[in-house]
């Protein structure tokens, strides 16, 4: 089993930036690649960025490519996604998910996080 749990969503203004962290904790030694999703009211959850255990691969959704940069500390089994020129369509719950597979699709993840709140204001 594997805990996750996130932090660093709140209130920002369009084009400003954000850092959300995704700390584990439980069976972190095993080699989890780790996802971030997201899920705006109404709307299906939908995929942002993912990275492998060692942190080497990542990919990205399209509409936060160069934007949003994933990466890893596994030393402080955190995993972060920073976020730039951040838009109202940004808006939504944040989630990390911890998975043997690095995917961009949710089921391939079979933990996830209780998410965190990023809310864009224009």
């Known amino acids: 089993q594997v805990q996750l749990v996130e932090s660093g969503g709140g209130l920002v203004q369009a084009g400003g930036s954000l850092r959300l962290s995704c700390a584990a904790s439980g069976r972190t030694g095993d080699k989890y690649a780790i996802g971030w999703f997201r899920q705006a009211p109404g709307k299906e959850r939908e995929f942002v960025a993912a990275?492998?255990?060692?942190?080497?691969?990542?990919t990205y959704a399209d509409s936060v490519k160069g934007r949003f940069t994933i990466s890893r500390d596994n030393a402080k089994n955190t995993v972060y996604l920073r976020m730039n020129s951040l838009k109202p369509e940004d808006t939504a719950v944040y989630c990390c998910?911890?998975?043997?597979?690095?995917?961009?699709?949710?089921?391939?993840?079979?933990?996830w996080g209780q998410g965190t709140q990023v809310t864009v204001s224009s």
């Open positions: 990275i492998t255990w060692s942190g080497g691969t990542t």
């Open positions: 998910s911890a998975g043997f597979r690095f995917t961009a699709t949710s089921d391939g993840y079979d933990y």
